[in-house]
């Protein structure tokens, strides 16, 4: 608390992301990222823009990234708009297009960024519950609102919504703007990049921090309507003009091109979590169904937190949040290598005896 702190200050809830540990040697599966390195022509990429133009601003636009994010989703140009970070381009988002006289949607058991962002925007909001099944259900969704935002496959539980009840909801819900969140879709989900051409009022935001294994980079995007993105345009040139560096558009741009790369560690991460949860299963834990890369879970038998401390003091780091109630005996854990798996397991093994 402070005299110099603009009123707003005081009122904010800050959003804390999971822990970055300083320690070496830990297994680290509590931040969702790719266990698998980005593809190499965006480590050679990123290198060239080092040497050759640094000195020099970027594209404030960075039209050469916003083309091939374009040609990736089979979209135009101008419907591509892109940031620092998806959570840069959700925050834009909640400014720019969620913020009405009606109340913004979004699931009782979500991103823990989207109330952050309420609070700093002033934006007015109501939480629908997901159902016994931790599944979101549309028809709870289908009353007045000033937009509605969810993540597919939502987070943390990593179930997935199927795109003909996006599209269900797309038809019934016109006159405010859908925001879905495909941070983890590229892990066994259907993206609605493919419907944004047919619906004005939906905006797609998607992320290189975990399929494209380049969380440190922070690029992250939005694909909508040429009107959404023009809207978002204006709250960044408002904002920051240059919201990604140099090295950025390079890098994302070589990694958003190297579909190889991009396929063979999706496919590695999918085939490590059917192998993870059926070894979990075989100790009594209930796994809910994942397309993500990570996997939410919990055991009859086992407090949560303290399963979390045990896993700690053997150097395994994994995410547990004490609230919402409804949680509190869940684990989320990222889906890693076979090898971190593997240790995992048998620390599993060892804590439950
Ligand atoms: C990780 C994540 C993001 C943020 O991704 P960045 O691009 O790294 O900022 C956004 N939404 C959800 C649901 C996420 O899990």
């Known amino acids: 608390m402070s005299q110099f702190w603009s009123p707003i200050v005081h009122d904010i809830t800050p959003y804390v992301p999971g822990e970055q540990p300083k320690l070496a040697n830990l297994i680290k599966l509590n931040t969702n990222e790719n266990p698998y390195g980005p593809s190499l022509r965006a480590l050679e990429a990123m290198r060239q823009e080092v040497a050759n133009s640094i000195r020099l601003y970027p594209d404030p636009a960075s039209d050469q990234l916003r083309e091939a994010i374009a040609h990736y989703h089979d979209l135009r140009m101008e419907q591509v708009f892109v940031g620092n970070g998806s959570d840069e381009v959700l925050a834009h988002v909640f400014q720019a297009l969620l913020k009405h006289d009606a109340p913004l949607l979004f699931p009782d058991i979500t991103y823990s960024f989207y109330p952050v962002y309420c609070k700093l925007y002033g934006i007015n909001y109501e939480t629908v519950a997901l159902d016994d099944n931790f599944e979101i259900r549309v028809d709870d969704y289908l009353r007045p609102n000033g937009g509605i935002v969810f993540p597919n496959p939502n987070a943390p539980t990593g179930c997935l919504l199927a795109l003909s009840e996006i599209e269900r909801l797309l038809d019934a819900n016109t006159q405010s703007v859908v925001v879905v969140d495909e941070a983890y879709v590229d892990f066994g989900g259907e993206s ?3 419907l944004v051409d047919r619906y004005p009022q939906l905006l797609v935001v998607h992320t290189l921090s975990k399929s494209r294994s380049l969380a440190g980079l922070r690029v992250g995007y939005a694909l909508g309507n040429n009107d959404l993105i023009q809207a978002l345009t204006r709250v960044k040139d408002s904002f920051n003009s240059y919201p990604l560096g140099r090295v950025a558009q390079a890098g994302a741009t070589a990694a958003m091109q190297d579909q190889a790369h991009f396929e063979n560690t999706c496919r590695k991460v999918m085939q490590s979590r ?14 809910l169904p994942s397309a993500a890369n990570f996997i939410f879970t919990s055991h009859p038998e086992h407090d949560a937190a303290t399963l ?7 150097n395994i780091v994994v995410r547990h949040f004490s609230k919402p109630e409804r949680i509190s005996q869940f684990l989320r854990i990222t889906v890693g290598t076979d090898v971190q798996c593997a240790m995992l397991v048998s620390a599993l093994r060892e804590i439950l005896g």
């Open 274 to 287: 059917k192998k993870l949860v059926k070894e979990l299963n075989g100790f009594g834990f209930k796994v």
């Open 192 to 194: 609605a990049a493919s």
């Open 308 to 314: 979390s401390a045990s896993l700690r003091e053997r």
